[in-house]
């Protein structure tokens, strides 16, 4: 069964220092998400990207916050100056068609600390 | 008002029972209603997904929508050991473009064998 997969799995880093979050989404889907999640806190949404354009973004993902398809499979989520509040589980999704009514699927997470 | 209330629990029963879990929503734009799992440390997996009002049954798991309450249920039938994990209601609205998931805070859910 075609999956989302994420890289690394962990990431450990010092604050201020750039990090870039790999994902490669399901083959055949044309829309991307990043969301990210603190330790015991709710999913949160950061941001939607499709045909090489952010969609929609969230109050969180700030000028700090960067996201980039670089080839026909990866898709990058950078932050260029990482905080220690940026501490959390960074999840990306895929979905085949745009709408509501289409199913996210979503990665394993990458587990980023900022010390 | 938060946009999507979710008793975090955590909540433990034991095996065999039905289980109970809900959540209540405030923008009453919110269209589409699933229900994910998570296990620890892992990415939310898809259980189940409605549209507008109404129940849904897939096995052992039932959704329901109460549009005309913003309330919404998943209801587990003979509980597992297996379906020990955090339970996130998730909403989202009518869009043509792509749209943004809106997640409870999760449920915690713990089948005693």
């Known amino acids: 069964e075609p999956e989302v997969t994420q890289t690394p799995s962990h990431q450990v880093t010092q604050m201020g220092q750039e990090v870039i979050l790999r994902c490669v989404p399901i083959?055949?889907?044309?829309?991307f998400y990043w969301y990210r999640q603190i330790l015991g806190q709710k999913v949160e949404f950061l941001v939607s990207?499709?045909?090489?354009?952010?969609?929609?973004k969230s109050e969180i993902f700030d000028d700090q916050f960067s996201v980039e398809r670089p080839d026909g499979s990866n898709f990058t989520l950078k932050i260029r100056s990482t905080k220690l509040e940026d501490s959390a589980m960074y999840f990306c999704?895929?979905?085949?068609?745009?709408?509501?009514?289409?199913?996210?699927?979503f990665g394993p997470g990458t587990r980023l600390l900022v010390l | 008002q938060k946009e999507v209330e979710q008793d975090p629990g955590p909540l433990s029963v034991p095996e065999g029972a039905i289980v109970s879990l809900n959540c209540t929503y405030s923008?009453?734009?919110?269209?589409?209603f699933m229900w994910y799992r998570q296990y620890s440390r892992k990415g939310p997996e898809l259980l189940m997904y409605?549209?507008?009002?109404g129940n849904k049954e897939d096995g052992r798991f039932t959704a329901q929508v109460d549009k005309s309450s913003k309330y919404i249920s998943l209801f587990i039938r003979d509980s597992q050991p297996s379906d020990s994990a955090t339970y996130l209601c998730?909403?989202?609205?009518?869009?043509?473009?792509?749209?943004?998931?809106?997640f409870g805070s999760g449920t915690r859910l713990s089948i005693r064998p």
């Open positions: 999704a895929s979905s085949s068609l745009a709408g509501a009514s289409e199913t996210q699927y």
């Open positions: 083959s055949n889907h044309l829309y």
């Open positions: 990207f499709y045909n090489n354009e952010i969609s929609e």
């Open positions: 923008n009453s734009a919110f269209q589409y």
């Open positions: 409605t549209y507008s009002s």
């Open positions: 998730a909403m989202s609205g009518w869009s043509s473009s792509a749209s943004k998931i809106i």
